[in-house]
């Protein structure tokens, strides 16, 4: 994860082996990438002051411990402003019979997929032949036929700078 390229799919979730599904959190597109030492050096100006509260200061070690081949990164995500045809999004839907919320899910054993019942890092996806882009469009045609909407923006709290 020290050296993903650009337009590299990330899929957050958590794996249900069990019930042989994978549940998916978000859809991250990597647009490109900021070294952690630049963050530290500007104070992560650049971040809002709840991103900097609530993911950098809680990634203190990991910026203060460079890798040995490279600094650290924080990938930026490319979003439906950016290219409205490859973006992250949060698959979304609105459920009224309950106070939860689905999540959109993926089978472990879909061969399409290859998904690991494991997954940690870059061995997730070890046996999918579809590029990024193939593969986002798949996860689309997925999350529609489950009923999702794609979110793609979430206003954050308003707090006093």
Not at 49 to 54: D, N, Q, S, V
Not at 66 to 78: A, E, F, G, V
Not at 100 to 120: A, H, I, Q, V, W
Not at 141 to 149: L, P, V
């Amino acid at each position: 994860m020290l050296s993903l390229p650009e337009n590299t799919v990330i899929l957050f979730g958590s794996t249900y082996p069990s019930i042989n599904k994978f549940y998916i959190d978000t859809v991250f597109v990597v647009k490109d990438f900021e070294h952690s030492s630049k963050v530290i050096e500007n104070n992560g100006v650049n971040y809002s002051k709840i991103y900097r509260e609530e993911t950098l200061e809680q990634l203190d070690s990991y910026f203060y411990q460079p890798s040995k081949s490279t600094d650290n990164r924080i990938y930026h995500s490319q979003t439906w402003w950016d290219n409205k045809g490859f973006f992250s999004f949060v698959p979304c839907k609105i459920n009224r019979e309950n106070n939860g919320f689905e999540r959109l899910y993926l089978m472990l054993d879909d061969p399409l997929f290859g998904l690991s019942k494991n997954p940690t890092g870059k061995s997730f996806l070890p046996k999918c032949n579809l590029n990024p882009i193939e593969l986002w469009h798949k996860i689309v045609e997925i999350a529609t036929k489950q009923g999702f909407k794609l979110g793609v923006r979430f206003d954050e709290p308003n707090v006093m700078e």
